[in-house]
């Protein structure tokens, strides 16, 4: 799965769940359910954090379109 195939995954998960926003344990608590693994993502972007901001600018242009 490539980074970008990635985010776009990410952010119509976070889309689904009305959010910009998610925290490392939020985004665990949801099990299986989760299109990408945290650590796939960690590993892919370099941090939660990085993310996060990755997925902000990402889901703002998904916004738009629902």
């Not at 299109?35 to 370099?46: E, I, M, Q, S, T």
């Amino acid at each position: 799965m490539t980074k970008d195939m990635m985010a776009k995954a990410l952010s119509e998960f976070l889309v689904k769940h009305k959010t910009d926003k998610m925290d490392l344990s939020e985004y665990k608590a949801h099990g299986n359910s989760v299109p990408v693994k945290d650590y796939l993502l960690r590993r892919a972007f370099g941090s939660w954090n990085r993310v996060l901001s990755a997925m902000q600018k990402d889901t703002q242009l998904i916004w738009k379109l629902y």
